[in-house]
C-alpha cells in the first residue's frame, strides 16, 4: 500500500508530493494520463500560449526562477520550469504516465485507485487534476460533418495554415493569445465571438541578462518583483471578489483603462461596439494582449457576432450567412461543473458519491480541500479553492493546509482525517454569504457573462472570496477540532514521523 495516491502531475500535483514528502511520507504514486509532467503546460502547445499573469507570480514562493526571459514567460518555460522542480525535489521516479484514473473507493481506512485493469490502494488520495482540463467541444449541430480539419486549442497540433481559411469559436483568454498568431499566417480568418473579453495593455518585456544574474545572485530582488506583481494581482482580485462595493472603481478604472486600449488600436465605432464588454470588469476572467485588438484591423481578418447555426461539410451557417473554412477552431474552453468534474467517480465512506453529491447539494469543500464524508482524502481542484490570481497562491495555501492536518492528525497519533459536517457547512455558508454580500459576481452586472466562475446553478464558486493573507492565514491556523481523528499510526509511521519533526524543526531553525 502507498502513502499517498496523487493524481495529476501538474504544478498541484507536484506542490502536494513536495509537502507529503516534507512531512515524511515516503512512498508516493503520482498518476498522470499525460505522457509527461507539467498539467495545462505539458498539455497546451497552441501558437502563442504564455502566462497570462507576470511570471515572477507565477512559481512556487520557494522555488522561485530566475531565468524567466520575459515579464510573460512563453509557455515552454513554464513547462521547463515544471521539469526543473520534478527533478530538484525528486519527483520523477515517483510519476507514471498514461495512467487515466477513472475511479477512486474508500475501503474503511484506505484508499482503492482504479485506472483502467490496475488497482493502487494508498492510505491518502489527492486530487490535482486541474479546473481546467476537460476540453469542451460545442455542442453545435452538424459540426462531426465539417470536412476540413477541427483541432481543440487543448489538443494542438503542429498545422501549416499558409494560405487556409481559418475559423476560430471563442474569445477567451486562449483565443486573445491565439488569434493574432493565427492572423500571421492564415489567408483569411473569421472569429465567431459569443460574448466579448475585457482586454488590457499587456506590461511584457524581455528581462536582459542582467537583471536575471541579479535575480539569481540576490534572489530578495526578484522577491520584491515577485511582491510588487501579487499587489497588483491581490488589488484586482480583491476589488472584484472580496470588496466590491467599497472598491468597484477600480473595476471602473480597469475598465476605462481596456476602452481606451480599444479605443487607442480600433478606429471603427462598428467594430469597437463589437469588441467593447456589456458586463463588468471581473465577472469573467479579463486578460492582458498588446496585438488583440488590433489584429481585427487586418483586412483578411473578421470579427463575426451573430450566432453559429450549425456546421456543415465547407463550413460555419449563422444567421448572416455562411463562411467556408478549411480550419475550424475551437477556443472554446474547457468544462469544469458538469458531470465530468470531478475528473473521475470518488466514492466516499457509505458509497457517498463526491460527484452527485456536490450536484444534489452544493459544491463545497471545507477550505477548498476537504470534504465531510471523504475520509483521507484531498481534493486541491475544489469549490471556493481558488486563492489570489495566481494558481500558486492556490498551492501554497493547500500546502500549508496540508502541513497543519498531517502535523495535527500525527501529534494524536491517529491516521485518519475527515472534516467534520458542521466545519465544512460553516465555511460553506461564510463563502456564500461573502459572494453574496460584496462581490461583482452578486453586485456587478455580470447577466451576460458567462464564464466557468459560476456553476450550472449560476453560483460564483470558484474564486475564494478572501484576501489572500486571510487564505494564507486559515490555512495555517484552523481549528484542527474541524476535522475528527481516527485510527493508529503504525510503528513504521511513527518512526518516520519523528525523524520529519527532527527534520521540520531543523528547517525551521535555519529560517529563524
Ligand atoms: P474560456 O475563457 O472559457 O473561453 C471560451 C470561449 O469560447 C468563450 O469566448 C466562450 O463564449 C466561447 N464558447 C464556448 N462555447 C461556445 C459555443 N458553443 N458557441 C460559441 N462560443 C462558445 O476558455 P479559454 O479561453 O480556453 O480560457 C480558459 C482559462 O484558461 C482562462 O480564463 C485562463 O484562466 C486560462 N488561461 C490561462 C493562460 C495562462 O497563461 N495561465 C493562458 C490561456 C488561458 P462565452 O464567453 O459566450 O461563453
Known amino acids: 500500500m502507498h502513502d499517498a495516491v496523487i493524481v495529476g502531475a501538474g504544478f498541484g500535483g507536484m506542490g502536494a508530493a513536495i509537502e507529503l514528502q516534507r512531512l515524511g511520507l515516503r512512498d508516493l504514486l503520482i498518476l498522470e494520463r499525460e505522457d509527461d509532467l507539467g498539467g495545462t503546460w505539458h498539455v497546451n502547445r497552441y501558437p502563442g500560449l504564455a502566462v497570462d499573469i507576470p511570471s515572477s507570480t507565477y512559481s512556487y514562493s520557494f522555488e522561485p526562477n530566475p531565468h524567466w526571459s520575459r515579464l510573460f514567460a512563453p509557455g515552454e518555460e513554464l513547462k521547463r520550469y515544471a521539469e526543473h522542480v520534478a527533478v530538484k525535489h525528486g519527483l520523477r521516479p515517483?510519476?507514471?504516465?498514461?495512467?487515466?484514473?477513472?475511479?477512486?473507493?474508500?475501503?474503511?481506512?484506505?484508499?482503492?485507485?482504479?485506472?483502467?485493469?490496475?488497482?493502487?490502494?494508498?492510505?491518502?488520495?489527492?486530487?490535482?487534476?486541474?479546473?481546467?482540463?476537460?476540453?469542451?467541444?460545442?455542442?453545435?449541430?452538424?459540426?462531426?460533418?465539417?470536412?476540413?480539419?477541427?483541432?481543440?486549442?487543448?489538443?494542438?497540433?503542429?498545422?501549416?495554415?499558409?494560405?487556409?481559411?481559418?475559423?476560430?469559436?471563442?474569445?477567451?483568454?486562449?483565443?486573445?493569445?491565439?488569434?493574432p498568431e493565427l492572423a500571421r499566417q492564415a489567408s483569411a480568418l473569421t472569429v465567431f465571438q459569443r460574448t466579448p473579453i475585457w482586454v488590457s495593455p499587456k506590461p511584457d518585456y524581455p528581462i536582459p541578462p542582467g537583471v536575471r544574474r541579479l535575480f539569481a545572485r540576490l534572489p530578495f530582488a526578484q522577491r520584491a518583483v515577485r511582491?510588487?506583481?501579487?499587489?497588483v494581482l491581490e488589488l484586482m482580485m480583491i476589488s472584484g471578489v472580496v470588496r466590491y462595493k467599497q472598491l468597484r472603481v477600480v473595476n471602473r478604472l480597469a475598465e476605462r483603462w481596456c476602452r481606451a486600449h480599444l479605443h487607442r488600436q480600433v478606429r471603427d465605432p462598428l467594430l469597437r461596439r463589437e469588441l467593447t464588454p456589456?458586463?463588468?470588469?471581473?465577472?469573467?476572467?479579463?486578460?492582458?494582449?498588446?496585438?488583440?485588438?488590433?489584429?481585427?484591423?487586418?483586412?483578411?481578418?473578421?470579427?463575426?457576432?451573430?450566432?453559429?447555426?450549425r456546421v456543415d461539410a465547407r463550413g460555419l451557417v449563422t444567421a448572416d450567412g455562411r463562411t467556408d473554412v478549411d480550419v475550424l477552431v475551437l477556443a472554446t474552453g474547457f468544462n469544469l461543473w458538469d458531470t465530468n468534474f470531478p475528473a473521475f467517480e470518488v466514492i466516499g465512506r457509505d458509497g457517498r458519491d463526491l460527484g452527485a453529491w456536490w450536484r444534489q447539494n452544493r459544491f463545497q469543500a471545507y477550505e477548498g480541500v476537504t470534504v465531510p464524508g471523504f475520509p483521507n482524502y484531498l481534493s486541491l481542484n475544489s469549490p471556493y479553492s481558488y486563492s489570489g490570481l495566481s494558481y500558486f497562491t492556490t498551492i501554497e495555501c493547500q500546502m500549508a493546509h496540508m502541513r497543519r492536518l498531517f502535523t495535527g492528525m500525527r501529534s494524536r497519533g491517529s491516521s485518519v482525517f475527515e472534516v467534520?459536517?458542521?466545519?465544512?457547512?460553516?465555511?460553506?455558508?461564510?463563502?456564500?454569504?461573502?459572494?453574496?454580500?460584496?462581490?461583482?459576481?452578486?453586485?456587478?452586472?455580470?447577466?451576460?457573462?458567462?464564464?466557468?466562475?459560476?456553476?450550472?446553478?449560476?453560483?460564483?464558486?470558484?474564486?475564494?472570496?478572501?484576501?489572500?493573507?486571510?487564505?494564507?492565514?486559515?490555512?495555517?491556523?484552523?481549528?484542527?477540532?474541524?476535522?475528527?481523528?481516527?485510527?493508529q499510526i503504525d510503528h513504521q509511521v511513527r518512526q518516520r514521523n519523528a525523524r520529519a519533526q527532527v527534520l521540520q524543526m531543523r528547517t525551521n531553525d535555519l529560517c529563524e
Open 420 to 487: 467534520t459536517r458542521r466545519a465544512n457547512d460553516e465555511f460553506l455558508e461564510r463563502m456564500r454569504a461573502k459572494v453574496a454580500q460584496n462581490s461583482v459576481f452578486s453586485l456587478g452586472q455580470c447577466a451576460t457573462a458567462h464564464s466557468y466562475y459560476f456553476n450550472q446553478h449560476g453560483e460564483a464558486t470558484l474564486l475564494r472570496p478572501t484576501s489572500t493573507i486571510s487564505a494564507h492565514r486559515a490555512a495555517s491556523s484552523f481549528p484542527l477540532a474541524h476535522y475528527d481523528f481516527s485510527g
Open 227 to 231: 511582491w510588487l506583481g501579487s499587489s
Open 94 to 179: 515517483l510519476m507514471r504516465f498514461g495512467v487515466t484514473v477513472t475511479g477512486a473507493r474508500w475501503r474503511g481506512d484506505h484508499w482503492e485507485v482504479v485506472a483502467g485493469s490496475s488497482v493502487f490502494t494508498a492510505r491518502y488520495l489527492v486530487t490535482a487534476t486541474g479546473f481546467l482540463s476537460m476540453p469542451k467541444t460545442p455542442d453545435i449541430p452538424g459540426i462531426s460533418s465539417f470536412e476540413g480539419r477541427v483541432v481543440h486549442t487543448a489538443a494542438w497540433e503542429p498545422i501549416d495554415l499558409t494560405g487556409k481559411r481559418v475559423a476560430v469559436i471563442g474569445t477567451g483568454a486562449t483565443a486573445v493569445q491565439l488569434i
Open 278 to 309: 456589456d458586463y463588468s470588469f471581473g465577472c469573467k476572467r479579463p486578460t492582458f494582449s498588446n496585438d488583440y485588438f488590433r489584429t481585427f484591423t487586418r483586412p483578411h481578418v473578421r470579427l463575426e457576432t451573430s450566432t453559429v447555426e
